[in-house]
């Protein structure tokens, strides 16, 4: 387990520790199993670790991805525009038989 205090700390703390933990935001491409930095726990909330000898390290968050907190609200949830809200739909016409082609609007 490691706790990152300084950026330049990174590099040798991701390739060796299992749990890295720092307030900084870690590089992509650390290597630890567990990276919990800032946008992290921005997104989890308070973590909890349990050992075990059989499968080292588990993590459980108390926080759900919809989650939202007045000091750290839940992320956007991405939108899809592909889907036709009830009375939104955009396909009038396509189907001979829809009523909007015979009428011709």
């Excluded at 290597?31 to 588990?58: I, N």
């Amino acid at each position: 387990m490691s706790v990152v205090l300084d950026r330049m700390a990174f590099d040798e703390d991701c390739a060796r520790a299992e749990v890295l933990v720092s307030a900084l935001t870690a590089p992509a491409g650390c290597k630890a199993k567990f990276v919990l930095d800032e946008k992290a726990l921005a997104r989890l909330g308070a973590v909890g670790l349990t050992w075990s000898d059989e499968t080292g390290f588990a993590m459980t968050s108390d926080r759900a991805a919809e989650h939202n907190r007045p000091w750290s609200p839940a992320p956007i949830q991405a939108r899809d525009d592909r889907l036709a809200r009830p009375g939104h739909a955009t396909s009038h016409g396509a189907d001979p038989a829809d009523p909007d082609q015979e009428t011709g609007r």
